[in-house]
Structures are given as structure tokens and as C-alpha cells.
């Protein structure tokens, strides 16, 4: 028989009736292999279970059987039978496997900027999707239209699975605070910003100015009441893109010798583990005035899986009070660049034309005015009212 097992025992068998013993094990359905015989001694192989069938039967024949040699995986682990630790690290493991799999540990939030990571896990949260609820229990299709419901900047939502991690992509609308009126309401576009206009692309309405006019704030550029040929007038929502050019100016102010916080040499850390929003052990945050922080997460992972827990490094560093006196040129690449910070966040949906900056000191510090000339678009809404002349 040429049969093979992961595991075998080979075993010798010595006696005068060494054929009617394999003959009646082969009738009896014992599984036996390689038998041999080796001057006058036979020998085979067989599963380890099979061996004890055959200890049984031997006693019915006058024959002696003795194991030679062991090989398999069985005999390898049963040499650890007594150590219980191994045997609770190998169910824990596999537990840990079994959870990873099956259990939600981790959701992400990407594309937003007006909906905030909070809001949206709060809403994931009410509606049954949270870190720790089974695979197999997320709705993402209903979800996904109840957050389209819930949340007014929502434009667009998919909340995937990817293992034990789910990961919410999502799109918000347009936002633009000068249009905001839906096109069934009737209105103007206005100017929020006073300027010369360069370029318009009207799409409703009646444009009130030509290329190159200068226009006031508040303005009405496009008229959302408009008469056809027959002298019949109709209101509409108007709707429109104007570029214009503008002046904006800007100043900001910094003293030659000023008192700030530095860090020093002193620091001190603390690491925790964070398993579904709690900390192990219970971190409770205790932050020190003189003190600025830092905090770094570190995925955990144990024989390439990643467990569902988190390491975070808290780092406070001391600081203190020292006096800085700057010269000229520190102080105006400082106003420098406070100015490139103001246009990073308040002039980035404009075009910067031109600028020119002018500096005025006095024996504390030094002022920096900016003129800037813009261009950009300047239409705003404005909603038409009817008076009751009931």
C-alpha cells in the first residue's frame, strides 16, 4: 500500500507469524505501508492511529512489535502537551485572528472640509456603524443615503469596507457664500467688492454694465427682472460669473523687543495603548501652563497582522519666558511673513496683480502696509422682494 500521512509511526515486527498478522490488519481495514523485511525482520509504517489498532491486534499472534522511528507534526507538538502557556498563546492568537477579521476596529474620513471628522463619526455612530460592531452588521447603503439627508454640505458618500477597517470618502457641495439661493428664488447679482470689471459670463439676467465700467459695492450688475421685445417684464434668478479687478490693503505691526515662550531641555513623556476611544492605563489629560505638546500613534503589529489597538506618545516640553530684541531686517521677515500667511488664507481664490508694500518705523517697532491689486470674482446674490400692495 502506497499510501502516505503527514504523520507515521515506523514500526518493526518480529515472530512466526508476522503474514497472518499483516494479512488480518489489511482485512480489518488498518491502513499499512513500505513493508519490509530485513533479515527476517519486517518492517512498515502507519498512521499513529492506526498503530494502536494494530497493538491490539498483535496480541493474537505470536509476535513482538516495536516502534523504530516517529515523524510528523503530532509527535512534535505532543511533547508540549503539559505546557499550558503555549496552548493559551496559540487560542489567544487565534482569537486575535478571528477578531481582526470579523470585528470593525478602525473608520477613516477623507474629502471632507466643512463636515468634520467628529460629525461624521458621530452620525456613523447613531446609525450603527462604530469601531467594534461585527463585519457583518454594517449597513453602508442605507447609511449612505441617510448622511445624503442628514448633512447639507453632503454632495456625494461611499462608505467601503477594506478588512477590518472601513473607509468613508465623501464630496461636499460647492460652497460659495455670495450663491446660496436656490434657482427657483428670484434675485440680482450684486457686487460684494467694488472694482473695474474685466471679464463676465452671464448665464440669467440682464447685465446692467458694460466690459471695463467701474462698479461701486453693492451694485446690481445683472438685473434678475428682464423685459423681452413686446415690453413684457418676468423675474429670474440671475446667475452669473464677473471678474473684476480691486484694491485691497492690508497692515500689520511688530515691536523690536518682545517677551516669548522658548523650549528648554526639559521634557517628559507618556506612552498609552487606545483601544476604541479608551486608553490603557486610563489616561486623563492633565495639561501643565508652561508646557507645550505633541502626540504621535504607532500601529501595533504581531506576526504582520495589525492589531486593532494603537500606541500614542504624549511629549510635553518645557518652556519659558525670555526677552527677544530684533534687529530691522528680523523684524521685516517677520512682517514678510505674516503677509504671505494673509494671503495664503484670505487671497487664495483671488489673482494677485500687483503688489506694493511700504514699512513706517517708530522707536518700538515696525508697521508693513500691503496694496494689493486683485482680480477675481466679485457676484454675489441678492434675493428680489415683491412689496404686498394688499
Known sequence: MKKRFSSYVRFSVIGTECEEFFSDAINNGIKIYDIENIKGV?????????????????????????ITDKKGAVFKTYKYRERYGILLGAVAYGLVVYLCSSIVWDISVTGNERITDEAMLDFLSKNGI??????????????????????EDLAWISI?????????????????PYNGLSVS??????????????????????????????????????????????????????????????????SFYKE?????????????????????????????????DEYIYTSDSYPVNILGITM???????????????????????????????????????????????????????????????????QGNIASQSEIFFRDEG
Open 42 to 66: 519486517f518492517y512498515a509504517k502507519t498512521a499513529p492511529r492506526e498503530y494502536f489498532r494494530l497493538a491490539v491486534l498483535k496480541r493474537k499472534y505470536r509476535i513482538r512489535m516495536m
Open 130 to 151: 462604530y469601531a467594534g460592531i461585527s463585519r457583518k452588521d454594517v449597513n453602508t447603503t442605507v447609511t449612505e443615503l441617510k448622511a445624503l439627508l442628514y448633512f
Open 160 to 176: 467601503e469596507g477594506e478588512g477590518s477597517r472601513i473607509n468613508v470618502k465623501l464630496n461636499e457641495t460647492i460652497h460659495n
Open 185 to 250: 428664488t428670484p434675485c440680482n447679482i450684486v457686487a460684494y467688492k467694488g472694482g473695474r470689471i474685466v471679464e463676465a459670463e452671464i448665464y440669467s439676467g440682464t447685465m446692467l454694465y458694460e466690459i471695463g465700467s467701474g462698479v461701486s459695492e453693492g451694485s446690481v450688475i445683472v438685473s434678475g427682472i428682464v423685459t423681452d421685445g413686446a415690453g413684457n417684464v418676468s423675474v429670474h434668478h440671475a446667475d452669473a460669473k464677473i471678474i473684476a479687478e480691486f484694491e485691497e490693503e492690508v
Open 256 to 288: 523690536f523687543v518682545t517677551t516669548e515662550r522658548v523650549k528648554t531641555d526639559e521634557y517628559y513623556t507618556e506612552e498609552y495603548i487606545k483601544l476604541f476611544g479608551f486608553t490603557f492605563p486610563e489616561r486623563k489629560t492633565k495639561y501643565i
Open 308 to 374: 486593532p489597538w494603537t500606541r500614542t506618545e504624549v511629549r510635553g516640553i518645557k518652556t519659558e519666558s525670555v526677552q527677544v530684541t530684533r534687529s530691522v531686517a528680523d523684524v521685516k521677515r517677520l512682517l514678510q511673513q505674516e503677509l504671505e500667511m494673509y494671503e495664503l488664507n484670505f487671497l487664495k481664490k483671488y489673482e494677485i496683480m500687483d503688489k506694493d508694500i511700504t514699512y513706517e518705523r517708530d522707536e518700538k517697532g515696525i508697521k508693513a502696509t500691503c496694496r494689493y491689486t486683485l
